[in-house]
T-cell receptor
Framework: QKEVEQNSGPLSVPEGAIASLNCTYS??????FFWYRQYSGKSPELIMF????GDKEDGRFTAQLNKASQYVSLLIRDSQPSDSATYLC????????????FGKGTKLTVNP | DTGVSQDPRHKITKRGQNVTFRCDPI?????LYWYRQTLGQGPEFLTY????????KSRLLSDRFSAERPKGSFSTLEIQRTEQGDSAMYLC?????????????FGAGTRLSVL
């Protein structure tokens, strides 16, 4: 089982719709969870981070964490064509380790 | 520019040559990370420094790879005797211990092509 799993997509949604991106992780002790956006040929850009169970909202983005189910998601409301990118889920297990473990990413396309 | 800076942006080299990349972290960030990303994959952790101390290394970091951060500011990543399998994007990130937990900001990366 991979440490961090994401559906590779592509996920295609119409402009204005809600895009839902999902991520599961295998290490139950994981403590910090991050979503990065990566445009083609560019480096990852931090969008959201979440540490506690529940929802965290920032503008059009909502991160949801369920540690019991080892599941973290990202919702993008009112999707725009500029949101078209690969979304990377990253997890840090803490306990003295500072590395981020990334999933492969989900490619999102928002169609005008 | 207050972001993470990496140099060069692109490097083309022949198999067997040595290459060195540089990373300048965000000012006052005391933690610096190196990752490697290949096409279609997420970044893979290579190593991490807190100030000048290298505190964590991945098994991916073979004997041909070495990283330094001599004065706790910029860092270099050297690959000796490059192989075609080393072709990848090498990403540097930095974070500040004590601020929001382990939030890492990435530089633009150095794309390595080994011919």
């Amino acid at each position: 089982q991979k440490e961090v799993e994401q559906n590779s997509g592509p996920l295609s949604v119409p402009e204005g719709a809600i895009a839902s991106l999902n991520c599961t992780y295998s290490d139950r002790g994981s403590q910090s969870f991050f979503w990065y956006r990566q445009y083609s040929g560019k480096s990852p850009e931090l969008i959201m981070f979440i540490y506690s169970n529940g929802d965290k909202e920032d503008g059009r983005f909502t991160a949801q964490l369920n540690k019991a189910s080892q599941y973290v998601s990202l919702l993008i409301r009112d999707s725009q064509p500029s949101d078209s990118a690969t979304y990377l889920c990253a997890v840090n297990r803490g306990g003295g380790s500072e590395k981020l473990v990334f999933g492969k990413g989900t490619k999102l396309t928002v169609n005008p | 520019d207050t972001g993470v800076s990496q140099d060069p942006r692109h490097k083309i080299t022949k198999r067997g040559q040595n290459v060195t990349f540089r990373c300048d972290p965000i000012s006052e960030h005391n933690r610096l990370y190196w990752y490697r990303q290949t096409l279609g994959q997420g970044p893979e952790f290579l190593t991490y420094f807190q100030n000048e101390a290298q505190l964590e290394k991945s098994r991916l970091l073979s004997d041909r790879f070495s990283a330094e951060r001599p004065k706790g500011s910029f860092s270099t990543l050297e690959i000796q005797r490059t192989e075609q399998g080393d072709s990848a994007m090498y990403l540097c990130a930095s974070s500040h211990r004590g601020l929001a937990k382990n939030i890492q900001y990435f530089g633009a990366g150095t794309r390595l092509s080994v011919l």
